[in-house]
């Protein structure tokens, strides 16, 4: 799994996957910013991916920054998602009931089918139910590994 990292100067802004168009979808999320590739600002993300990816990390450290993309609705969205432990999943039902306002299921869909930093934010951790992933930007195939993976090294480490 090769991704694209875009980092500003307090924190992550973007990860999304490498085989996308090369700029397109970073720009359709933050539309007015100018970005500088600075490989030695993105090699401590890129680093606590890898550690992730082996099973050696369980929550990423480093700063990201959502503060300037979407509603407020999405970046509480993203607050919540990030409290999702590793290893566990939740439904997009069971994430509408946790925020303060009501909301609807549909509208925390939208917001993970948008997040500008996937893995980082973990919205692969919200299924539609207990026997359907649902969607991901980074594809079904992709949320099922990464889910499945998560649960294998919870239970190796048991």
């Excluded at 990201?64 to 609705?73: C, E, I, Q, T, V």
């Amino acid at each position: 799994l090769q991704l694209r990292l875009v980092a500003d100067w307090s924190g992550l802004t973007f990860a999304g996957m490498r085989n996308e168009p090369k700029s397109a979808p970073i720009f359709s999320f933050y539309p007015h910013v100018i970005m500088v590739r600075n490989k030695k600002m993105l090699a401590p993300y890129a680093q606590e991916l890898v550690e992730y990816m082996e099973g050696t990390r369980q929550d990423f450290d480093l700063n990201l920054n959502y503060s300037g993309f979407g509603a407020p609705f999405q970046r509480r969205v993203y607050d919540l998602v990030r409290q999702i432990p590793y290893g566990t999943t939740i439904t997009y039902s069971d994430l509408a009931a946790a925020l303060d306002e009501a909301t609807s299921t549909r509208a925390v869909q939208h917001a993970i089918a948008l997040n500008p930093m996937t893995i980082f934010v973990p919205t692969h951790r919200v299924v539609l139910d207990r026997t359907n992933l649902g969607i991901c930007r980074l594809g079904s195939a992709v949320k099922r590994e990464l889910i499945n993976m998560e649960k294998s090294y919870l239970n190796e480490r048991r």
